[in-house]
């Protein structure tokens, strides 16, 4: 059944819980979204499925929850390889493929998580790798933990300057081992789910992918387009709507909340109720939109 939603609705569609870097766990996020007066909300940890039962298991009467993700993607098409991330919809949690890309991720990032540690311990900064680990309490483990740690040592104040040049933005900054753009696309669709780009023009992450990607990634099975995101200008924002049009893709709009990891509040931003049923028409997934 299609869920309907009222033209008043508000629909978040990118949060982070503890199960990644964000800070309130799963319940605690869908509480917090029932309190922000939002009728849709969308959890989409980075790698990780993990937060699903509990956000579920907690889900305030009146809310409805889209299950979903955040892989970690790249482009090897342009020297070297852009990082990008693929918000990933309603999909089927068992697929097989896709559970062990994601695993394969996670591991990855544990991985360099350690080595960005050591590099930052060769230069006699004293963090701690275990304690960053347990920090993570299990969730996928990403530079906001690190960020953490130079905090609680008192070499920065806050995560944006963790993130500054100097720290984990480039100085200690070492790739993931993401998955090819192209192969995620297949493996969302193949288990259900519903693609779409996330901040794909957050020209102040970084660089960026040329339209004629998107439109690539369109033909491929990209379904949408996020626009409104605190990391587009309003100019970002106006040339992804256009760009969506000119494609026929979906726009999203969405807060990407971490709690205190950064400062956006949930329903930020929103995603209009024509978009959101789009997706889950589209979303041919084992899994529904659960309502609490
Ligand atoms: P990682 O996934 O380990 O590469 O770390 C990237 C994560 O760090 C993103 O998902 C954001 O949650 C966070 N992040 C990235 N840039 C910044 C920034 N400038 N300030 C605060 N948090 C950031
Ligand atoms: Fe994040
Ligand atoms: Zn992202
Ligand atoms: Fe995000």
């Known amino acids: 059944m299609t869920p309907r939603t009222s033209p008043a609705s508000r629909i978040d569609l990118h949060t982070h819980s503890t199960a990644s870097d964000g800070t309130l766990s799963p319940a605690e996020l869908v509480r917090a979204a029932a309190d922000a007066g939002l009728d849709v909300v ?28 955040e892989l970690s993607c790249r482009w090897f098409g342009a020297e070297p390889a852009v990082p990008l991330h693929l918000l990933a919809y309603l999909f089927d949690p068992d697929a097989p493929e896709l559970v062990a890309e994601l ?12 080595r960005i540690v050591n590099l930052l311990r060769a230069d006699g900064i004293d963090v701690s790798w275990p304690e960053i680990l347990a920090g993570a309490a299990g969730g996928t483990v990403g530079r906001p933990h690190i960020a953490l740690a130079l905090i609680r040592a008192g070499l920065v104040t806050s995560t944006s300057e963790a993130f500054g040049p100097d720290w984990l933005g480039e100085r200690y900054r070492l790739p993931k081992e993401d998955i090819d753009v192209f192969h995620a696309v ?107």
């Open 42 to 69: 969308a959890i989409t940890d980075h790698d990780s499925t993990a937060g699903w039962a509990p956000a579920l298991d907690a889900l305030p009467t009146g809310l409805r929850l889209v299950r979903g993700a």
């Open 103 to 114: 695993a394969r991720v996670r591991a990855a990032r544990e991985e360099r998580g350690e």
């Open 186 to 292: 297949r493996l969302v669709r193949a288990a259900g789910g519903v693609p779409v780009f996330a901040h794909p023009r957050a020209t102040r992450r970084g660089r960026v992918v040329p339209d004629e990607l998107i439109a690539e990634l369109a033909a491929a099975g990209l379904a949408g387009l996020e626009a409104d995101h605190e990391d587009h200008s309003p100019a970002e924002r106006a040339h992804v709507r256009g760009l969506a049009a000119e494609l026929g893709l979906l726009v999203t709009g969405s807060s990407d909340f971490h709690g205190t990891h950064k400062t956006v509040r949930l329903g930020a931003f929103t995603t209009d109720p024509e978009a959101y049923e789009r997706i889950v028409a589209e979303a041919g997934g084992v899994t529904e939109v659960a309502s609490g």
